[in-house]
């Protein structure tokens, strides 16, 4: 767990975060950044490899639950991008998804800092990187404002993106481990 002034970023509580996070995975505005909208079974099977993942590596995304009113806003974290899986694995990448309400307020930034912090406190690792489609502006303004750069020679195109889709072409920022 991590605690934020403003978040606590934790496994996901199985009963309790599967319809928020179902309801924020199926909302266009947040989804279609992210390939598009889930149907709350895709939702409820994204939180159960996320904990997953969890329990393996002992991170992951996780849910970002804001401290004053204990209510989930999201998932903010790190996760392993195997070498199969993207061309710029293997990696350890920061990543985040929130409920548009809560766009606008500092929380990406807030929650991603620590969890950057968190990295470099206890994975051995040399850097770690974020990617999101090249259109997506709100999400690089959240990879520069956490000191992260963009490395343009990792840029690629998503393989699970159809080749028409407008969010295939993906941009690649990066943080090295600091000192």
């Known amino acids: 767990m991590i605690e934020t002034e403003r978040l606590i970023l934790r496994p996901f509580r199985i009963e309790e975060d599967r319809e928020p996070f179902g309801a924020l995975n199926a909302d266009r505005r947040v989804a279609d950044w992210l390939g598009g909208p889930l149907t709350r079974q895709q939702s409820d099977g994204l939180i159960d490899r996320i904990n997953g993942h969890i329990v393996e590596h002992g991170f992951g995304f996780w849910a970002a639950e804001l401290k004053a009113e204990r209510r989930l806003v999201g998932a903010i974290g790190l996760q392993v991008v195997r070498a199969d899986a993207l061309p710029l694995g293997p990696a350890i990448e920061t990543g985040w998804r929130l409920a548009y309400d809560f766009w606008g307020q500092g929380l990406v930034t807030e929650g991603a800092s620590a969890a950057l912090a968190w990295a470099f406190a206890r994975l051995p690792i040399?850097?770690?990187?974020?990617?999101?489609?090249?259109?997506?502006?709100?999400?690089?303004?959240?990879?520069?404002?956490?000191?992260?750069?963009?490395?343009?020679?990792?840029?690629?195109?998503?393989?699970?993106?159809?080749?028409d889709h407008p969010l295939r072409r993906h941009v690649v920022y990066a943080i090295a481990r600091p000192g």
């Open 126 to 163: 040399p850097e770690v990187v974020a990617f999101t489609g090249v259109t997506n502006l709100r999400s690089q303004a959240v990879m520069r404002r956490i000191g992260m750069t963009p490395d343009p020679s990792r840029d690629f195109d998503h393989p699970r993106l159809a080749a």
